[in-house]
């Protein structure tokens, strides 16, 4: 498997030299369309020969353009693990505008919104502590700044069950249901009918 890499140069010399460098570097399946002779030359019969070299027809019709204005055309098919090197190589020779719409650049992973990163979209908030912020709190640590200091607990406790200490239940009781013995309902009723 190759990977198409294609630059266009100013001067035919230019593309030359990028193209005998690839084949210093081992690259065997390179391919250079200079403008032709005949000025007259349709940008069809162009494109043509640019899509001999393996390169779309869509692609090779906008290459053509620049062809025709006078650029030249080293297009090579890197094989797999070797692009970076073809594309310094062929970067190194300095390449004109192609008239190809530049790649997106690579999104960078962030560490702080892997769901965001991995799905490539953008976050909807930057805000680090939104709910803190819409809530009034403090994001940073001390009694004031969670929900135990909003109800007025402190954030760590000698006691082992403050929420139950608080509210003035004990967290082990002799009776196996001490929320509704403290409210006076039964746990379970017996109706007629009643399976249980």
């Keep these: 498997m190759s990977h198409e ?6 001067t035919a010399e230019a593309a030359r030299a990028a193209a005998a ?20 030359a349709p940008v069809s019969a162009i494109a043509a020969q640019i899509a001999l070299g393996r390169v779309l027809l869509s692609d090779a019709k906008v290459y053509a ?8 055309l080293v297009t090579v098919h890197a094989p797999f693990g070797s692009g970076m090197l073809a594309t310094s190589v062929l970067d190194s ?6 008239g ?20 490539q979209i953008d976050l909807l908030w930057r805000d680090a502590t939104p709910a803190s ?8 640590t001390g009694s004031d700044c ?5 109800i007025g607990m402190p954030l760590l406790s000698n006691n082992p069950a403050p929420l139950s200490s608080l509210v003035g239940m004990s967290t082990l009781s002799r009776g196996g249901t001490p929320l509704s013995s403290l409210i006076g309902m039964p746990l ?9």
Excluded: C
């Design 133 to 140: 912020r819409v809530m009034g709190i403090q994001p940073l």
């Design 146 to 150: 969670s929900a135990s200091g909003v």
């Design 93 to 98: 020779h300095e390449p004109i505008a192609s």
């Design 65 to 72: 353009e620049g062809v025709s204005k006078g650029g030249s």
């Design 21 to 40: 460098e690839l084949a210093e570097e081992g690259f065997d399946d390179v391919h250079v369309v200079n403008p032709p002779s005949n000025p007259d």
């Design 5 to 10: 890499i294609s630059r266009m140069y100013a």
């Design 188 to 196: 379970l009723t017996r109706s007629k009918g009643a399976m249980w």
């Design 100 to 119: 190809m719409p530049e790649p997106a650049p690579a999104r960078m992973w962030d560490e702080a919104a892997p769901l965001s990163s991995a799905l």
